[in-house]
């Protein structure tokens, strides 16, 4: 297994992703990319993945492009 600087995320901020998911409610993301960048988005959450000991949440834009967040780079959520 792979080395990584993840830090798991509380199980209840877990469980509001896979709600979010379930539902298929849209959501307002602020989040860093692995630069330090800030982002800001409204996404709909479509997955939620583990890769490399790190969980992800794959997202689509209204553009349809699909990508992947980082959990714990995710700063802030609200649903639209």
Known sequence: ??????IPIDCS????YELA????ER???S???AGGNVHIGIVTPIDLRTR???EFL????RDGEAFTIRLDRIVQFSRV
């Open 13 to 16: 901020l877990y469980s509001e």
């Open 52 to 54: 490399s000991s790190a």
């Open 1 to 6: 297994m792979e080395p990584t600087d993840y």
């Open 21 to 24: 998911i379930m539902h298929r």
């Open 31 to 33: 989040w860093r990319d």
């Open 27 to 29: 959501l307002r993301l």
């Open 58 to 61: 794959v997202v689509r834009e």
